[in-house]
């Protein structure tokens, strides 16, 4: 299983590897935009599987990716509300799978043991992002901060769950 993010600059979705490749010549667009927006893209082995949920990013990866691992690991159902609009994702334990639904669309089914990882992984690869993106601007020193802290707690409650 992949998760990764995409954002978007001006009408243009940017993938993590152009965000990598060409960050220095992205960097005053990306530092003049407001709000982050993206998505997130999950791909598994099948295309019912496949699918992606876009918010503002920072608080879809921290309230997406990091937010409910401890839970889903304990076998907790988990709401997660979208930052931009009155939405919301459920990731529902289901056995060996978690189930992830929103309204409109069908429920995916996902294996939790991939799942939770890729989850962890992606939102730390962002993290890793806004940190060479604004690491040294004092505005952002606590956005990074929080990030850091629920991507550790995340990785912790991986490492618990195994």
Known sequence: MKITFELDLNGKRLTEQELRTDLKKLRQALIKAE??????????????????????????????????????????????????CEARVRLEPAGKDVVISWEGEPPRKLPRAQLLPALV???????????????????????????????KKARSGLSAAS
């Open 121 to 151: 992984e992606c939102g730390e690869r962002y993290v890793d992002f806004v940190k060479r993106l604004h690491g040294s601007d004092p505005d952002w020193a606590d956005e990074i901060k929080t990030l850091t802290e629920a991507a």
């Open 35 to 84: 709000n982050l927006d993206g998505i997130l893209r999950f791909e598994d082995r099948t295309p019912a599987s496949r699918f992606e949920l876009g918010d503002t990013l920072a608080p879809l990866i921290a309230n997406l990716c990091f937010g409910p691992i401890a839970a889903l690991a304990a076998d907790e159902t988990v709401d997660v509300e979208f930052f931009s």
